[in-house]
Structure formats: C-alpha cells, structure tokens
C-alpha cells in the first residue's frame, strides 16, 4: 500500500494560515514568602499520611509483580 506525503495544492498551507501562538506573561520572580501551616496542622498532616503509607508498605507484593521482577533480573543476568 502506497501513502501519499505531499498535500494537493489546494490543501497546502502557507506560513500566514496558521495563528501566532499566545504570549504567557513570564512568571515573577519574586512572588513573595510562600505561606506555611501552623506546626500543629503540619505535624497532625505528616502523622497521617505516615499511618496511611505504612499500612500500604505493608501489604504483600502482588504475585504478578513478583514474578515480573524475576523475568527482568533472569534477562539482566543473561547479558
């Protein structure tokens, strides 16, 4: 099967067909302190997600994955 690259000359755009993109105004550089939480909500926020984390780290690997890092290190090994 054959494709075509070239465009008919009824389809072929010159460079004033297409917009000119957006200007983004550049970001400041000096936008100020960033705020902070009080250390209380910072230390109640960090306790949790380390609960909600750890109970995930706990949770046996999946047999599948298992047996995909097996594959890949048997093909490592090989080279």
Known sequence: MQHRLDAPEDCKRTDGDFPEPERQPEPEADKGPVPQLPGFAAQLIGQRMRAMYDTI?????????????RKLEAKEQQK
């Open 57 to 69: 780290a706990q949770e046996p690997v999946p047999d599948d994955l298992l047996e995909l890092v």
